[in-house]
């Protein structure tokens, strides 16, 4: 399960690549953006030239989840189709003790009976507008990369807020080919979201961990919710239609997500980097938060609930990272980076007028890992908050900035607390959703711990955090003293400003103000030193490549709208075929293999009903879709526009993606359109459910 939802790590842990552009593409390579989708490859290699009304139906037809996910709208009453995991949250947030939905299911037949989402957005790719010479245009040849990082960011947030402000949409400026080019994008905003359909978590995640990433799988990975407006479903011309053959193997299919991050651009110092350090951190931290979940799962059935899907997600990160790292300590693959470095440098050495705007770029670059170094630690602790693992926390660290932040003028805000951030961070800030105590506690006791072992009980933040006492004792009398779970508090405190912020006596206020001035600290020597070099000189490799190769080339996934193609495909792994497809009789037969227990263990219904189905039925496949983390919930659909099939995965070759595009064994794996036909109708008995999306 996944897609992979590890590019949530990613805010703090840059994911690398070793060729990208320096090479050629190979056939299905590429997350195309909407303004520079490759027609000609396709039609070269398919024999299908996708329109621009072909292109135009699919953006409108797709939605982003702010919680990391994609979906696709399939009718025209604001009905979205994405996977269970994307939905996952929101499930979790409607259960109770008495309704734990994740363990049941949820149906509603009727619109009455959908279940709110307390703090889900969905977005829609309205429009898309080329910003760059304006984004650059207060840069300075005398400026230092912190100065022109920062007259950049400034220019974003102004760009931004006059967007909103004359649009009434989403708008965002997002950072393409790592600062080579900057697009303004235009999203059409919902955060009335209900769920209409979720299976058990047993079928959606069948085969547990052990058989995350692996292929032949057996998931029913699906999820429906429905999107409204002044408590309407909202209508949608621009849904997918379903299609009633599905998809077939070597056929031309898309894919139409959200890709969140992979960084193909990337230098080999990078890489090292990431391989020597940023890598084997974050798995050290997984290991310990995953303990810490186990642990407290193991205590009684209402812990187990609580946090399973927490479980589930670490689980799946400390897989796919454990699998980039084994890849980027195989030797070969560096020196194969290395190589391809030195041709385009060399490249560059032999043009004087490039030589000069452009040489000095990659070491720039290496020298900016080597101060990252020195301050990774702390920037991830105290800056990415692995060291206050608390929801509660999080909310007082936005209440004291979010108070802070508003002071400034917007030019000069973090970029989460400008003007056109800010509904997407209130949504979050104001969310009623439960917080579950003793979980607060046994989380931010176990990251507090970790905090002071990493640091060292006499820095200056651990000794502000923990006071000369014990992790336990502090999260203790923390959770159990602040008042943050209460929405109306919270209110009151962000309306208070500042004033309100510093007369609180509210203990994880007052924790979230003791470590902020070195979270925020460390924050700015990390723009300044390493974000803002890195934007410069990365740049500056754009443009030679621009100047060598045009823009013949795809950007990095940064959890924007993208366009991938491929086909269907069988492969073969250690000698042996791997099938395109799987089918419903593999399910009752993998679950029986293991005795019908955890995690391969199909819910009451499914083998009570298992007589009504057709086995024959397929129910996941492969494609050579190029998807990363963010894809999850991505619509596949056939060159007539028609939905063949939900990502929801790839295999462990398919982890190699996040370095290099190969089609020899990785793929992309999703649930086949005729597998969600079958079971919604005979294992869910989904009448009106099908019949709303013409099945």
């Not at 003790?97 to 279940?115: C, I, M, N, S, V």
């Not at 080329?130 to 760009?159: G, K, P, W, Y």
């Not at 909103?164 to 600062?179: E, F, H, K, P």
């Not at 039925?617 to 526009?641: C, E, I, M, Q, W």
Request: glycine share 8%; with cysteine; net charge positive.
């Amino acid at each position: 399960m996944s897609c992979y939802r590890t590019w949530r790590v990613s805010v703090f842990f840059a994911v690398w690549h070793a060729l990208w552009m320096a090479l050629p593409c190979r056939a299905d390579e590429g997350m195309w953006t909407l303004d520079n989708v490759p027609k000609a490859r396709i039609k070269q290699r398919y024999g299908f030239e996708p329109s621009e009304a072909f292109l135009e139906h699919l953006r409108l037809g797709s939605v982003r989840f702010n919680n990391g996910g994609s979906g696709s709208f399939v009718s025209s009453d604001g009905l979205v189709m994405t996977n269970y995991h994307i939905a996952a949250d929101c499930i979790q947030k409607l259960s109770s003790p008495e309704k734990d939905y994740q363990r049941l299911g949820f149906y509603a037949a009727t619109r009455d009976r959908e279940g709110k989402c307390p703090d889900l957005e969905l977005n829609v790719l309205t429009a898309i507008e080329d910003v760059t010479s304006q984004v650059n245009q207060e840069i300075r040849r005398e400026m230092s990369a912190a100065e022109s990082f920062a007259a950049q960011r400034a220019v974003m947030s102004r760009l931004e807020k006059q967007c909103a402000a004359a649009s009434g949409l989403r708008c965002d400026v997002v950072t393409l080919y790592q600062g080579g080019v900057y697009n303004l994008y235009k999203y059409k905003t919902y955060t009335d979201v209900r769920v209409v359909f979720a299976p058990e978590f047993e079928t959606a995640f069948f085969g547990g961990d052990p058989d995350n990433f692996t292929y032949p799988r057996y998931n029913f990975d699906v999820a429906f919710v429905r999107v409204y407006e002044g408590g309407k479903p909202a209508p949608q011309p621009h849904f997918l239609k379903w299609s009633r053959n599905g998809p077939k193997e070597k056929q031309l299919v898309f894919v139409m997500g959200h890709p969140g991050t992979t960084h193909r651009m990337n230098t080999a110092a990078r890489l090292e980097h990431l391989r020597d350090r940023g890598y084997p951190f974050i798995l050290e931290h997984l290991g310990r938060e995953l303990s810490v979940l186990l642990r407290f799962s193991s205590q009684s059935d209402e812990n187990a609930r609580v946090v399973r899907d927490e479980i589930q997600s670490v689980q799946n990160s400390l897989k796919a990272i454990g699998g980039e790292l084994e890849g980027l300590r195989d030797a070969s693959l560096l020196h194969r980076k290395q190589a391809a470095e030195r041709e385009l440098r060399s490249r560059v050495e032999k043009d004087p007028a490039m030589k000069l705007a452009y040489g000095p770029a990659w070491d720039e670059i290496a020298q900016a890992q080597t101060t990252l170094a020195g301050l990774y630690r702390e920037r991830t602790l105290l800056e990415g908050a692995t060291g206050f693992n608390s929801r509660l926390f999080e909310i007082a660290r936005t209440l004291v900035r979010l108070a802070a932040e508003k002071q400034k003028p917007n030019s000069e805000r973090l970029r989460e607390y400008t003007d056109a951030r800010l509904p997407s961070l209130e949504l979050d800030l104001f969310s009623p959703a439960p917080i579950h105590e003793p979980l607060e506690k046994a989380k931010l006791a176990g990251s507090l711990a970790f905090l002071a072992e990493q640091l060292g009980p006499n820095h200056k933040a651990a000794q502000a955090a923990l006071e000369g006492r014990q992790p336990q004792l502090v999260a203790e009398e923390l959770v159990s003293g602040t008042r943050l779970r209460e929405v109306s508090l919270r209110r009151e405190l962000a309306e208070g400003g500042a004033e309100a912020i510093r007369s609180s006596s509210d203990p994880m206020i007052r924790l979230a103000i003791r470590v902020d001035e070195d979270a925020q600290a460390v924050r700015k020597r990390y723009e300044d030193s390493v974000q803002g070099v890195e934007r410069l000189n990365y740049a500056l490799i754009a443009k030679a490549l621009f100047a060598l190769k045009g823009k013949s080339t795809y950007p990095d996934a940064t959890f924007t709208l993208r366009l991938s193609y491929g086909q269907p495909l069988r492969y073969a792994d250690r000698g042996a075929g791997i099938p395109w497809a799987t089918r419903l009789s593999g399910l009752y037969e993998r679950a029986s293999q293991f005795g019908h227990k955890p995690p391969y263990r199909l819910p009451p219904r499914w083998m009570d009903g298992k007589a009504g189905l057709n086995l024959s039925k397929p129910l996941n496949f492969v494609l050579t879709t190029d998807t990363t983390g963010g894809n999850s919930g991505s619509p596949v659909v056939n060159r007539a526009g028609e939905l063949v099939g939900l990502i929801f995965d790839g295999n462990l070759h398919s982890l190699a993606w996040t370095f290099q595009y190969e089609d020899q064994r990785g793929r992309a794996i999703a649930v086949h359109s005729e597998g969600i036909v079958e079971v919604l109708k005979n294992i869910y008995h989904a009448r009106e459910l099908l019949a709303e999306f013409g099945r």
